[in-house]
């Protein structure tokens, strides 16, 4: 069985500073990895996501995320950001064969201020 | 119209009645699950269906009940539900069965029961 651990229920940053939101999982198997964004009063969005190949993801608004076997994590960051990031961000992995269900974690809110 | 569309958007229900959700994908796609989302609570995988047919059921009580017609249309029906049932009912749909697969989600149906 995965699981995802988000340490941050809340990351409050200002605006045009960095921001890193941390993701942990457990599984003992390999699994893809994903980062989803929630606005205020939508469904998530696929940010980035982690099948194979370069540790280092990018995906889009500027977000970027790092896989580290070693350290079993998958943390996403944005050097610079915006009042619009402000949402609610959530990592989930899957196994690679024949379920396509996503393990979510309990999600991270970044509020971004002027 | 393209995307995921749920309907209604906000529901509010008391707990002898029955309704149903709606869930309507234009993608083509072969997968469609429902989740729910409660605070402070991670994601909750209720139902997946692949081609029409049910392959996932994670212990959800019999008051849910969905339904999958076609590959396009998926409901859950509603009916004698509990006050802790109230959440963010989110419907999301993905290609196939494998884990590399992204899922799309709808905006989601606010349910309150009273």
């Known amino acids: 069985a995965q699981s995802v651990t988000q340490l ?28 989803y964004v929630q606005y205020p009063n939508q469904g998530l969005q696929l940010l980035l996501k982690y099948l194979s190949g370069s540790t280092l993801v990018k995906g ?49 809110r970044l509020q971004v201020f002027p | 119209e393209t995307g995921v569309t749920q309907t209604p958007r906000h529901l509010v229900m008391g707990m002898t009645n029955k309704k149903s959700l709606k869930c309507e994908q234009h993608l083509g796609h ?15 995988l209720m139902f997946v269906y692949n081609f029409k047919e049910q392959t996932e059921n994670n212990s959800v009580p019999s008051r849910f009940s969905p ?19 109230s959440a963010l009912y989110l419907c999301a749909s993905s290609q196939g069965p494998t884990g590399d697969t992204e899922a799309f989600f709808g905006q989601g149906t606010r349910l309150t029961v009273v």
């Open chain 2, 67 to 85: 339904e999958c017609p076609n590959s396009s249309h998926l409901f859950l029906h509603l009916h004698t539900l509990q006050p802790e049932d």
């Open chain 1, 60 to 108: 889009i608004n500027g977000f970027e995320a790092e896989f580290n076997k070693s350290q079993t994590s998958f943390h996403l960051r944005k050097p610079s950001v915006h009042i619009s990031d402000t949402a609610e961000y959530f990592c989930a992995v899957t196994p690679p064969w024949g379920t396509d269900k996503l393990i979510f974690g309990t999600g991270t």
């Open chain 2, 30 to 44: 072969n997968a469609m699950y429902w989740y729910k989302q409660s605070a402070k609570k991670p994601l909750e």
């Open chain 1, 8 to 35: 941050d229920s809340q990351v409050p940053v200002f605006e045009e500073a960095p921001v890193e939101l941390r993701c942990n999982y457990s599984s003992s198997v390999s699994v893809y990895l994903f980062w």
